[in-house]
Every structure is written in structure tokens, then in C-alpha cells.
């Protein structure tokens, strides 16, 4: 009785999609750098090097002109390997100070390796040159190509969901099927008796309470888990205009969430501060805000539809993890401000709470809300414990998390 998974592998699909645009993006971003190619060419270090601030894998970078020869550089960037196993001092030195974690060669050549480093130089400022260049035949190709791929991916989808919903309503054919089979069969165990061996009415019996069990275990565990439930709305509300195009942030309207349970979602009011003004959009006209107006005028609350819900038996905070935690709801609700319609990305089972509990370390010291671990600060403060994560603290009791 295998359902196939299909949320897993559409977000798969999903994840997949999303870093072949990405990689597009990248490969065609308009190059507004010390030269164009630097910045393109400097992609590939900054997931190690910060320019300024902290360090990340590697050394921060700024500076790094000053304090190596270019020549060593040009050779380090290339091949670290290779200089530090011909026993440079400087190299091995590095080398060892960073805890002997290999920095990948570099198929660049001196040119792209000289523009890097004048890029690093300058601090990564935009060279005005190129900044207000115009985006090139290359650029709007591959732009044309991740909407094309995009939109494929959309119908794609569409098409998966159509088989999720037939294989739901599979499932009820089979549940039904196997109910009457298990009818027939007490039937002729116990009145019609046309079947003589008894090891096959037993045998039928068992098959079918374990297919019926796992039916309802199945249909039970996900009650009220809708990854990817997107319903519509009463008002044609887009985060992606909002949150994205406008640059509205997310706690101008989501106000609760750094102090409370629920982030909330904004009354007429909030709206209005806005809207008494700006009475028509670019996609929908002047229809959707006059729906607005009238909500105001009458009194009566927009009846948004809730997307995100867990079941009653579990307590879920934001507070605790966006305050607290200093999460970013994008962790769990991804990217929203790209979004015109909000659809859940996440399923909220308990695993997914758990594995990022396991998983996510909390910033420990100097934390007010951790007052109360009295036991676990002594072992962090001499030392005994290193790194704290949230299971740790109790992310991973049941009663945390159940009623
Ligand atoms: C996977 C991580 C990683 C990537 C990607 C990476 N580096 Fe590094 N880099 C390191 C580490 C680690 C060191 C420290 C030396 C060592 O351990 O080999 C280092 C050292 C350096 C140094 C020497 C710094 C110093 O203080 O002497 C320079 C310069 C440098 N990297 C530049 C680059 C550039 C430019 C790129 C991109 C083309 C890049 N790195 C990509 C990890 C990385
Ligand atoms: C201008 C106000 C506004 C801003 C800014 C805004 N939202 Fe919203 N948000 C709403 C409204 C109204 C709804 C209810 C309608 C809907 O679901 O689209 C909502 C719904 C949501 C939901 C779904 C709630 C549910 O029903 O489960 C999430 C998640 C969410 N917002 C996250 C964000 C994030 C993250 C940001 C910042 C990137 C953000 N919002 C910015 C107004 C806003
Ligand atoms: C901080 C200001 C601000 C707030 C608050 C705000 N909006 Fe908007 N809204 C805008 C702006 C700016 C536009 C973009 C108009 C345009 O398309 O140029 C817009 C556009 C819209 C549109 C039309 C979208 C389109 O492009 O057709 C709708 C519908 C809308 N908002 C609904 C809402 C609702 C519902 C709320 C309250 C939950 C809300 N807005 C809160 C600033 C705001
Ligand atoms: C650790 C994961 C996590 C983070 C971080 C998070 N959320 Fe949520 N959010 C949830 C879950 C889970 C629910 C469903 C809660 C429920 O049903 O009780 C939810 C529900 C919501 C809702 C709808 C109902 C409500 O009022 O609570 C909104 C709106 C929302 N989140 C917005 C945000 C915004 C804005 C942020 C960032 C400031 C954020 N969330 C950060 C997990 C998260
Ligand atoms: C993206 C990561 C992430 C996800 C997903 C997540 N949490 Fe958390 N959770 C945290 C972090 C980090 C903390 C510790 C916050 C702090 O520093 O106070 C935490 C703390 C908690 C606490 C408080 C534990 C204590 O010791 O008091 C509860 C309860 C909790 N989470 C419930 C949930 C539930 C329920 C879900 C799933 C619906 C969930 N969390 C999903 C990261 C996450
Ligand atoms: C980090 C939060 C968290 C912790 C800790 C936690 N749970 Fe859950 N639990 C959840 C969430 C969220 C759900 C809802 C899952 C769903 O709807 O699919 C859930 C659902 C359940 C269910 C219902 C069956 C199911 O799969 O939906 C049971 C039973 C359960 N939990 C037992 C426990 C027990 C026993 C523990 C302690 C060992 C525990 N939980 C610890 C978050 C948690």
C-alpha cells in the first residue's frame, strides 16, 4: 500500500528549478562592478569570503591586497594546494590558522584573477561605468529562458496536483473496495460457506484489516498537513507588490508576531493608511482596492482565508522563534515576498519542527528568555557545552510543543 510521495518530489522539482533559474540569474546578472566580470567571477567566493565583517569559511577579504603579494595571490586563488604543499610559509600558515580546510582551485586565468582582486579592492562598490548599463541580448535571453522555464514548471505542477488528487481518490476507492471484500468474506464464512478452507477466509480477513489500518493511520496523521494549500483569497492581496515591489516590511502588518503567539493578520484599518490614497494597482485596476473601501465603509472585516494552521493539540509560538530564536520567516514560510498568492511551503508535521530544533543552534549567551537553564549556562560558561541547540533546551519534549 505504497501512495507515492509526490510533495516530496515536486518540491524536488521545485528546489531544482529554482537553482537552474538561479544559476541562470547568476551567470546573466547585470555585472554593475569594478568590471562586470568581476562580480560574476567573485559569485563563487562569497558563499567562504566575506569582503567586510566577520569571517565565513575563509578569511574576510578586505585588505587581502595589502597584505599579500599579487603574484601570491594570483597563485593561491588558483591552486591554494598546490602553494601551500610546495611548503610557503605564508600558505601553510594560512592554511593551518583556518583550521586545514582546503579552499577549492579556481579555473580563472590572471586577468579574471587580477579584476577580482581590484573588485575586493574597491570593496565591491559599483563602477558607475557599468551599473546603468543596459541589460545585454545575452542577459534578456537567459531571463526569457528562467520565465519559460518557470512557467513550464507551473504547469507541470498543476498537472502533479491533478494526479495527487486522483491518487487521493484511489485511496478511497480502495478503502471502500476492501470493506466490502471483508464483508463478502465474513458473509461466506459465517452464512453463504461456498468457500470450504478456512485459511482463506483468515487470510483474506488479515489482508484487509492491515490494508484498512494503514488507510486510516494514513488519512489520520494528515489531517489538517496541506503543504502547498493555496487557497484564494476575498481580496486580490499580493505580498509579491507589498513585501517585494513596495519594500513593506513584514512586521508593518504582521505586528504580532514579535511578541505573540500568532503574527496576526492586519485589519481594514492597517490598509487604509495606504489606501485611502493609492486607489488603483497595476494589475487589477481599481477593482480589488474598492473592495477596500467598501470593507471600511460598512465595517465589516475582510474574511481572509487561512492558510497555515496547525492542529489544536500542538502550541506554536512566533515570538519564541522570531524574537527568541531571531529566525527569519522566510525558514519557514519562504520566499513571501515574491509571492502573489501565499501558499504554504512547508508541511508543519512534527518532523519538520523537530529536524530544525536538532538542528538550529540558539544564540545561548546573553539571552534573557534562557534565564531560567540555570544548569545548562554553568556547563556553557566553563565550557563543557559548546554549542547549544534548540532540542536541547527542551525543543524536543512533547509538552513543549502538545497540550
Ligand atoms: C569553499 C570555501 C572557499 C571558497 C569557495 C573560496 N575560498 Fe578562499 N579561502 C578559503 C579558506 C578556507 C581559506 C584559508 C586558506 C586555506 O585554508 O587554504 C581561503 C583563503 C583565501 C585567500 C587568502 C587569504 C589570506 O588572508 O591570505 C584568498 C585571497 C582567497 N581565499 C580568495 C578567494 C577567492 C578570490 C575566491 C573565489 C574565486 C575564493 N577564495 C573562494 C575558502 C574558500
Ligand atoms: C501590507 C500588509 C502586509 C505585509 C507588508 C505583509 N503581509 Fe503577510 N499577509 C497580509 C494579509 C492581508 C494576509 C492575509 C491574506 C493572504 O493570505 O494573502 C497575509 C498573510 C500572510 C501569511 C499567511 C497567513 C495564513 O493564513 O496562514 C503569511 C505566512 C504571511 N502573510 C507572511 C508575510 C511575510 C513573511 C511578509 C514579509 C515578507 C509579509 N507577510 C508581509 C498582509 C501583509
Ligand atoms: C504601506 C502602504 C500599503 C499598505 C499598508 C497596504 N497597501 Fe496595498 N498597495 C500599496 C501600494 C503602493 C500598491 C501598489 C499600487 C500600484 O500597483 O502601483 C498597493 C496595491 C494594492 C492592490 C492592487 C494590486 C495591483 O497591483 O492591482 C490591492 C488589491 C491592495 N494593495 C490591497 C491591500 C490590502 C488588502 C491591504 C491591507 C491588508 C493593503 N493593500 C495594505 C500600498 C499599501
Ligand atoms: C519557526 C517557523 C516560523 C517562523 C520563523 C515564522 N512563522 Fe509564521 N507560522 C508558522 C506556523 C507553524 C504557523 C501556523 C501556526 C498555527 O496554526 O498555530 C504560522 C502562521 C503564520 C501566520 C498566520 C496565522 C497567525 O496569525 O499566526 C502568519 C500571518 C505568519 N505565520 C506570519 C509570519 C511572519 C510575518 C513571520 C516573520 C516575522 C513568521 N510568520 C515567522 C511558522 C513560522
Ligand atoms: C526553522 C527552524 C524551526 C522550526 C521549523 C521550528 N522551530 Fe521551534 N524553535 C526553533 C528555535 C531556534 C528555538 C529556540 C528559540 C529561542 O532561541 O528561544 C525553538 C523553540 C521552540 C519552542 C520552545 C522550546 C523551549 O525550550 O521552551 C517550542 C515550543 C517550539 N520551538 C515549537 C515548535 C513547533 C511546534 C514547530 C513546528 C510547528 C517548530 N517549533 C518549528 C526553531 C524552529
Ligand atoms: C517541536 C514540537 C513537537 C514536539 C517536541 C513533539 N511534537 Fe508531536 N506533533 C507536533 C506537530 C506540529 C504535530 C502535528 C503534525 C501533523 O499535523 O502532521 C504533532 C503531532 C503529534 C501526534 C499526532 C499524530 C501525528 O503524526 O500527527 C502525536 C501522537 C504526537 N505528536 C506525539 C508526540 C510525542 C509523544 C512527543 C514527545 C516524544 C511529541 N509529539 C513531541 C510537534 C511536536
Known amino acids: ?138 542577459q534578456k535571453a537567459a531571463e526569457d529562458l528562467a520565465l519559460k522555464i518557470a512557467a513550464e514548471q507551473e504547469a507541470r505542477e498543476e498537472k502533479l496536483a491533478d494526479i495527487e488528487r486522483d491518487a487521493n ?86 505586528t504580532a508576531a514579535d511578541y505573540s503567539k500568532s503574527a496576526g493578520i492586519p485589519s481594514v484599518n492597517v490598509c487604509m493608511n495606504c489606501h485611502n490614497l493609492v486607489r488603483e494597482g497595476k494589475v487589477t485596476g481599481t477593482e480589488e482596492i474598492a473592495k477596500i473601501h467598501k470593507a471600511w465603509e460598512s465595517g465589516e472585516p475582510i474574511q481572509w482565508v487561512r492558510v497555515h494552521n496547525l492542529p489544536d493539540h500542538v502550541f506554536f509560538s512566533h515570538a519564541q522563534h522570531v524574537k527568541s530564536g531571531k529566525l527569519d520567516c522566510a525558514e519557514c514560510h519562504g520566499e513571501v515576498e515574491t509571492m502573489n498568492q501565499i501558499i504554504q511551503v512547508n508541511d508543519l508535521s512534527m518532523g519538520w519542527c523537530l529536524q530544525c530544533h536538532r538542528k538550529t543552534e540558539v544564540q545561548f549567551a546573553d539571552n534573557k528568555f534562557f534565564m531560567a537553564y540555570e544548569k545548562m549556562h554553568e556547563k556553557f560558561s566553563n565550557g563543557e557545552v559548546k554549542k547549544v541547540t534548540a532540542d536541547m533546551l527542551g525543543g524536543a519534549d512533547c509538552m513543549k510543543c502538545h497540550y
Open 169 to 254: 481518490r484511489n485511496f478511497g476507492t480502495t478503502f471502500i473496495i476492501t470493506i466490502i471484500i471483508l464483508l463478502v468474506v465474513l458473509i461466506d464464512l459465517f452464512v453463504t460457506r461456498v468457500i470450504k478452507a478456512k485459511f482463506v477466509h483468515s487470510t483474506l480477513i488479515l489482508v484487509a484489516l492491515f490494508i484498512i489500518g494503514e488507510i486510516i493511520y494514513k488519512e489520520s496523521a494528515a489531517v489538517g498537513r496541506q503543504q502547498y494549500y493555496q487557497p484564494d483569497q476575498p481580496v486580490w492581496f499580493s505580498h509579491k507588490v507589498h513585501a517585494g515591489q513596495n519594500q513593506i516590511d513584514c512586521k508593518y502588518c504582521h
Open 1 to 138: 500500500m505504497m501512495i507515492p510521495n509526490l510533495p516530496s518530489s515536486r518540491r524536488m522539482k521545485r528546489v531544482m528549478s529554482l537553482f537552474l533559474i538561479l544559476g541562470l540569474a547568476l551567470l546573466f546578472k547585470p555585472l554593475g562592478a569594478q568590471t562586470p566580470e568581476a562580480e560574476k567571477n567573485f559569485q563563487q567566493c562569497r558563499a567562504c569570503h566575506n569582503l567586510e565583517g566577520p569571517k565565513l569559511i575563509g578569511p574576510t577579504l578586505s585588505g587581502v591586497n595589502e597584505r599579500r603579494a599579487q603574484d601570491w595571490l594570483i597563485r593561491f586563488i588558483r591552486n591554494s594546494q598546490e602553494v601551500i604543499q610546495s611548503g610557503d610559509p605564508i600558505a601553510v600558515k594560512v592554511y593551518e590558522e583556518n583550521n586545514k580546510i582546503p579552499m577549492p582551485p579556481h579555473n580563472l586565468t590572471d586577468e579574471q584573477i587580477i579584476d577580482i582582486l581590484k573588485y575586493i579592492k574597491s570593496g565591491g562598490k559599483v563602477d558607475p561605468q557599468y551599473a546603468a548599463a543596459e541589460p545585454s541580448a545575452d
